[in-house]
């Protein structure tokens, strides 16, 4: 590590940066590979991504909505308080708490039975991981060292390499091991502290999370071991998070064939063999159960080689995002799937979309798209970045939603900063560290550019700078700028979008290429000099979705974004919308609201849409000749709304 005095650190060269070819790769929270320095034991995968991502450290984010966000969520990191997520953590190991416990998951009695007791400590160390490696600043790499060594205090004091913040302590997890009956998800909650001890390993450069990551999984190895088979997957039917990832994550870490074993056996076979004979047995299962294990498959493909569990995540990826997902890319209805000839009786529950299952489809999108850089996957990443997970966040408080339904008139709600802990609380705080992980890849000497978000990269190794200046979405297009150390071949591969129907590319004011085939990238490729000008224009339109079951409900879209009715804050109060319980979705704040009715064929609704007063606002005339005033969902903070309408007939 190299501090500049300032409080930041640039991480340094040994800590992890991506290169090419098939070398060892660790992989960081939410997808990120990460090529590791070489170490004794280092793992080379047997089926390594095609695409390389660049180390967060060198990308920047220029002002914009995401930057806010970013910034928005940081300050709630540092709001928090370790000590108060290690309280139960020491209490189990027989040493005194510094602090008392935070409220919600993590102590109400209420919660008590889901034992989610001391995810939200993985989650943070996460999400403090995540933020060190793309601000650089020390205060986030501190408090994962400060954890991993109070976790390894509490190892040394208990003698064991398990901690756990479960009211039971240790005895849980034995009767889950032994296969008695319990409450909760013992697994699943471990799986985050196994996670954020890896992210603060990877991201973070921190030896002491590695020592303690590497003692708690040599006791999983230990306490699963004596498992039959049979007893293994039977424990698998309750959920466990991402185990089969974690443990292939180790085996690339560390190169331990026990490693890699564990993590085929936390392979869930109910799931992963029908999904690999393209069959989807899906409806009615609780569904963010299931895409952290698909998410797991894909990275035992990567450690393995068994094409059987790629083409268990690529179907599963395949019927959620294209059958299975509204307009905004999320999906189910109280945390479920459901059938989708259904789907217009499920499309308007306050309690669609679970935020987690976004952030999770993202993991597993950009998994697939760094093997297989296909415009679907692009396609659906920056969909649900704009309208789940940008969506997610309260813009002014930096609190993040649990649930975004689809009930007309409704509002978004958002975790209280002390009294809640739900798991979308915990994923809320990775998902708006890391925005800068999936602008641009790499692929030998191609770069491409896949979001157009305001951003600065450097390609160390080729001694180039790409500067992206941007008002997307509110313009339809990006700027490049290339700053080069001397003139360099280098080839580009701009996104063309689906949601485009034409694409021009300009070098220096000259027209380069012309695209009139949405989803197909645009090659790019000569040797820049420096201050060279890529200017690439698109075409944003007016859409309208609607699913086959239910074809008189529809969405409206501009480009990659959900439009909603802005309906205004009728009978709500200021802060209304923070609560302590994602079981009240639908009965907080309700009461009666009239909802502007939309009547007549849907394309002649889009035709009648006109630009309103502000970019990206527009207003439709609803059916009694009122205008509805529509703009971006990632945008609605603070008022009732609508992204899904029920059309009544056409009025004679």
């Not at 940081?74 to 040493?95: C, I, K, S, T, W």
């Not at 991981?129 to 976790?151: K, M, N, Q, S």
């Not at 954020?196 to 590497?214: K, M, N, Y």
């Not at 309208?387 to 008139?409: E, H, K, V, W």
């Amino acid at each position: 590590m190299m501090d500049d005095g300032s409080g930041h650190v640039r991480p340094s060269r040994r800590a992890f940066l991506g290169g090419t070819g098939g070398t060892a790769v660790a992989i960081g929270s939410l997808g990120t590979p990460l090529k590791a320095a070489a170490r004794a034991g280092d793992a080379t995968l047997a089926a390594p991504p095609r695409l390389q991502p660049f180390d967060m450290a060198d990308v920047t984010l220029g002002e914009g909505p995401f930057l806010h966000a970013q910034r928005a969520t940081e300050a709630y990191l540092l709001r928090l308080e370790p000590d108060r997520l290690l309280h139960q953590f020491r209490v189990n190991a027989g040493l005194t708490p510094k602090a008392p416990a935070y409220g919600g998951w993590e102590s109400d009695p209420r919660w008590a039975d889901i034992h989610c007791q001391g995810h939200t400590l993985g989650h943070y160390l996460s999400a403090c991981a995540l933020a060190f490696r793309a601000t650089g600043v020390a205060r986030y790499r501190d408090r994962v060292a400060y954890i991993a060594a109070e976790l390894a205090a509490c190892q040394d004091a208990a003698n064991s390499g398990l901690v756990t913040a479960f009211p039971e302590g240790a005895a849980l997890v034995a009767a889950h091991l032994r296969g008695e009956k319990i409450s909760g998800v013992p697994w699943y909650t471990l799986h985050k502290v196994f996670a954020g001890l890896r992210d603060g390993a990877l991201l973070a450069d921190s030896e002491e999370a590695r020592a303690v990551l590497l003692r708690l999984a040599d006791w999983g190895v230990v306490a699963t071991k004596t498992l039959s088979d049979a007893a293994f997957e039977a424990m698998l039917d309750t959920e466990h998070g991402g185990m089969n990832e974690i443990y292939a994550d180790l085996y690339a870490m560390t190169g331990k064939a026990e490693y890699r074993d564990l993590a085929r056996r936390f392979s869930h076979k109910a799931l992963l063999a029908p999904l690999a004979r393209r069959q989807d047995h899906l409806d009615g299962l609780h569904a963010n159960t299931q895409v952290p294990k698909v998410v797991g498959f894909q990275r035992v493909y990567e450690a393995t080689g068994d094409a059987a569990y790629h083409d268990a995540a690529a179907f599963f990826w395949k019927t959620v995002a294209e059958t299975r997902s509204f307009a905004t890319g999320g999906h189910g209805e109280n945390e479920h799937f459901f059938a989708m000839a259904d789907f217009g009786k499920y499309v308007f529950s306050a309690k669609g979309s679970e935020t987690c299952c976004q952030h999770n489809m993202l993991k597993l999108t950009r998994a697939l798209f760094l093997h297989d850089p296909q415009p679907d996957y692009a396609e659906y990443y920056e969909r649900t970045l704009y309208n789940g997970i940008l969506a997610s966040q309260d813009p002014d408080s930096g609190m993040a939603t649990y649930f975004q339904g689809a009930r007309p008139g409704y509002m978004k709600l958002y975790h209280t900063p002390e009294h809640s802990f739900w798991c979308c609380t915990g994923t809320g705080m990775e998902n708006h560290v890391k925005y800068r992980d999936s602008i641009y890849f790499r692929d030998g000497d191609t770069l491409h550019v896949n979001l157009f978000l305001p951003s600065t990269l450097r390609w160390r190794e080729k001694g180039a700078t790409l500067i992206q200046e941007t008002r997307f979405p509110e313009e339809p297009g990006t700027r490049l700028r290339w700053r080069l150390d001397k003139p360099t071949a280098l080839g580009l591969r701009l996104r063309h979008p689906r949601w485009s129907r034409t694409a021009t590319v300009r070098v220096n004011g000259a027209v380069v290429a012309r695209s009139a085939a949405p989803g197909r990238p645009i090659a790019v490729t000569r040797t820049w000099q420096d201050g060279d000008l890529i200017e690439l224009e698109l075409a944003m339109a007016l859409g309208v979705e609607r699913a086959p079951a239910a074809p008189d409900v529809v969405a409206f879209t501009y480009g990659p974004l959900v439009l909603a009715g802005a309906l205004g804050r009728a009978g709500l109060a200021p802060g209304a919308d923070i609560v302590v319980n994602e079981r009240d979705y639908g009965r907080y704040n309700d009461m009666p609201f009239e909802v502007p009715v939309l009547a007549g064929d849907p394309q002649a609704l889009v035709a009648a849409i006109r630009p309103g007063a502000a970019p990206l606002e527009f207003l439709l005339p609803a059916a009694d000749g009122r205008p509805v005033r529509l703009i971006p969902y990632h945008r609605i903070a603070h008022e009732r709304y609508a992204t899904y309408w029920k059309l009544a007939p056409a009025q004679g």
